[in-house]
Each structure stands twice: as C-alpha cells, then as structure tokens.
C-alpha cells in the first residue's frame, strides 16, 4: 500500500460501513429509493454517481480557494450539472433503454445530497487527492446500499437478477415455482425500497450499538 | 376542470415524497418538529411555484427542439435541450438566492422564521424534480405548470407536516433501541405511501370502466339503442 496511507485507506473503507452516507449520513436518499427496482438501474446509477462525485470532488477541491464563499453554491451546482450533462448524454448514447427507464432520476443526480454535502464537508477544505478519494469512498458507500435493496427488490419481486431468471421461470413452473413459490410483485411498489432501508439500518445498528439513536 | 383534475393529481396521486421519493433528504432530516416542518414546507411550495412556471418558460422558448423559431428561420433547427439541466438548477438556485434577499429586506420576520431554510432548498430534489418532471410530462399551458407547482408543494408540504406529527408523537413509544430515529421513520414513510397509492385510481380508474362496458354494450345491442349509448357517451 505504498500509494495509500493508513490515514487514506480510512477515507474510502469509513463510508462503506460505520459513516455509509444513507444509513448514517441520511444522504441522497431520492434516487436509493427509486430506482432499486432492478438491479441494473442500481448498478449503472451507483457508478454514474461515483464518476460524479469522484471527479467533481477534484474539480472543487482545484478550485476551492478561488470560489467567493458567497456564490459558492451556484458554482458547485453548475459543476455537478455539467457532470451530470456528460452522464446523461453517454448514457443515451450506449445505453438507452436504460436512461430512457431512469428518465429524470440521472438528472436528479446534481441535486443528491450526497454530493452537495461532500463538497460542503470536504471538498472546500482538503487537497485534490484526498478529495478524490473521499469522492470514491463515499459514492461506493453509496453504492452498496443500492445494490443491496436493488438485490433484494428484484429477487423477490420479480424473480430475476439482472433479468436473468434464477429462480426458474413462472409459467412453465422449473425451479422454485415448482414447489409453489410466487413471486412477491409487492417487492416491486416503491413503498417497499422505504421499508428494505429501514430493515437494513435496522441490522446494521443491531450489529455496531454506538450507531443506536436516543 | 383540467387545472383542477392536475392540481389533485399533483398534490395526492403524484405526491413528490411518496409516489417518487423526492425531497427525502430535507424531508428526513426537518421533521422532527412540527414548527419547523411548517416553516421548510411553506417555503418548498412558494419556490416551486415561482420555478416551475419560469423553468416552463425557459423550455418552452429557450431549451426545447425548435423552440428557437421566434427568433427567425434559421434558429429553427436548434436543439438545445441537453442544456436543461444547468439552465433549471442556475434558475432554481438564482431564484432561491433572490427570494432570500426579498424577503430579508422586506419581512424581516417572515425571513426569521423561513429565512434559514431557503438555502436548503436550492439543493432541494423536490424543487429540480418539480420542473423536471414538468419537462418530461410535456405540461402544455403556463397556466398548468403554475397549478403543477402549486400542487407538488402541498404534496410536499402535507407529507412533511404528516410525518413530523407522528415522529412528535413516536418519541414516547416503545421501539426496539436499533430502529429509533432514522430506522422507524423510513419504515412509517413506507406505510404512508402504501396508504397514498390508493389514491392512484381516484381520477383515472373510474372513467376507463365506464367507457369499456359502454362499448360492449354497445356490440351485442341492436341499432337503435347503439344510437342512445353514442348520445350518452357524447355526454359524457
């Protein structure tokens, strides 16, 4: 680890468990919620934000001791936006069934709080390597909740992950359905991507009690 | 009747926070009190009333395909919609900065009271989701968008109002020690929208039934009374 100091690996590995910006942060909860569905929408939109959110970090970090503190938010937004232009329009260009499916949810990207709140946090008062990996661990965080509320919608929703079927195919009755499971299309209602978070943070403060609130 | 139909389509079956979660970040963190919970969501609907007619404006002779035309032949052509984004948020978060400066001169005790809540909103996803969702929904009159923001931000507001009251109310419960806070508010959100999405038939299912039968009807009856069912239906 000649590149990472302890100090480094402590900036990406925090986030992904004991600081992890939905559960404990409670940030950028919008898009968590509505688009975990499936598990592709998850995936593409957790490494949209990690591109966002690592390269806008750098870029404000640059530019941290030009901004005027008093504009200082129009000019982080019109950064994320252009970022978020560029995903938008690489995600149309190779990937449109998909975009056409998060629809506004890619252009909700400039107003997740994650990455208005690490531009505040840490990007306005660290070094463009530290922010960078800030960005990375934060967004990865972020990324692993999707993807296990968008593992478990799916699964038990639809009976597929990544539209494949893994647990057999419903109507000619293989695999599971043979024994009479069904599909629970319940999971797939947005009301319940509200109740997997609450279960998750439920089993994640269970385990670490210092995380317990009063 | 269409402004009507839009305005409590927007606010109960369209609701911002429980039909497509948005706003949950502000919504999350500013309801543990009811007070304070009044004051965010009056401001979230007063923003979204000024934004979203004027975002409408923008898209409509600015950013859309063709949008151009009024400034002669040759602008025509222009497609400027991938804009749209920094043109929406460089609105919302002028707009946000200018009502502060307003209402600061103005009334120093509405800005006390609302005043430290309207930087909070220009990172607001309710208000970009607002003028975007405008955008996407193809609303066809600035009168409609006025009505679509109006109504979105008492969707909004109520939302907030309804959940500060029972996490008000929660604190004396007994809930296991891990899901206090944060874990037992997003599993009574869930609830609350499942209880919303039975609005969702409120102004659409009805009126499909009725056309359906109709048209059956229709079918197996002799000429005479086929007459009778258009004329019912041209009432309709």
């Known amino acids: 680890m000649g590149l990472l100091s302890k100090k480094d690996t402590k900036l990406i590995l925090d986030p992904l468990a004991d600081n992890n910006p939905i559960t404990i942060q409670v940030l950028g909860i919008c898009s968590a919620l509505a688009i975990t569905a499936q598990l592709k929408a998850s995936i593409v939109m957790s490494i949209s934000v990690l591109f966002v959110l690592g390269v ?20 982080q937004l019109t950064v994320v936006a252009a970022l978020v232009i560029i995903v938008d329009l690489v995600l149309k260009a190779f990937a449109y069934e998909l975009s056409k499916e998060l629809s506004v949810f890619v252009g909700l990207i400039i107003t997740n709080c994650i990455i208005m709140g690490r531009f505040e946090a840490f990007a306005l008062g660290n070094g463009p390597w530290r922010s960078f990996l800030d960005g990375i661990g934060n967004a990865a965080g972020y990324g692993v909740i999707l993807i296990i509320v968008g593992f478990f919608r799916e699964l038990l929703g639809s009976g597929t992950l990544m539209g494949v079927k893994v647990l057999g195919d419903p109507i000619e009755k293989t695999g599971l359905y043979g024994f009479g499971y069904e599909n629970n299309g319940f999971m797939l209602l947005s009301p319940m991507a509200l109740i997997v978070v609450g279960l998750i943070i ?13 | 009747m269409e402004y009507l ?14 039909a497509t979660f948005l706003g ?37 002779y600015i950013l859309r395909p063709g949008a151009l035309a009024w400034l002669g032949e040759d602008f025509a052509a222009y497609d400027l919609s991938f804009l749209s984004f920094i043109m929406f948020i460089a609105t919302i978060a002028t707009m946000v900065q200018l009502v502060e400066i307003i ?23 309710a208000i970009l989701g607002g003028s975007l969702f405008m955008q996407s929904r193809e609303i066809a009159t600035l009168g409609l968008a006025t009505v679509y923001g109006l109504g979105s931000g008492i969707g909004w507001f109520l939302a907030i109002l309804a959940i500060a009251a029972i996490r008000e109310k929660i604190r004396y419960s007994n809930v296991p020690a891990p899901l206090r806070g944060l874990g037992i508010t997003f599993i009574i959100t ?18 499909e039934e009725v056309k359906e039968t109709a048209k059956e009807v229709a079918l197996q009856l002799p000429q005479t009374e086929k007459i009778e069912n258009n004329e019912t239906k041209t009432l309709n």
């Open chain 1, 202 to 214: 439920w089993v994640q403060r269970s385990r670490n009690k210092a995380l317990i609130e009063d």
């Open chain 2, 5 to 18: 139909e839009l305005f409590f389509k927007s606010i109960f079956i369209d609701n911002m926070v429980f």
């Open chain 2, 24 to 60: 949950m970040c502000s919504y999350l963190a500013v309801s543990k009190k009811v007070s304070t919970a009044v004051g965010l969501g009056a401001a979230v609907i007063f923003v979204l009333l000024v934004t979203v007619p004027l975002n409408w404006l923008l898209d409509q």
């Open chain 1, 56 to 75: 806008g970090n750098v870029v404000i970090s640059l530019i941290r001791n030009i901004i005027p503190s008093k504009i200082r938010i129009i000019v």
């Open chain 2, 190 to 207: 869930g609830l609350m929208a499942i209880g919303f999405m039975s609005f969702g038939g409120m102004l659409t299912g009805g009126d």
């Open chain 2, 103 to 125: 209402v600061e001169k103005f009334s120093p005790s509405l800005y006390n009271s609302l005043g430290i809540f309207l930087p909070l909103i220009a990172v607001n996803c």
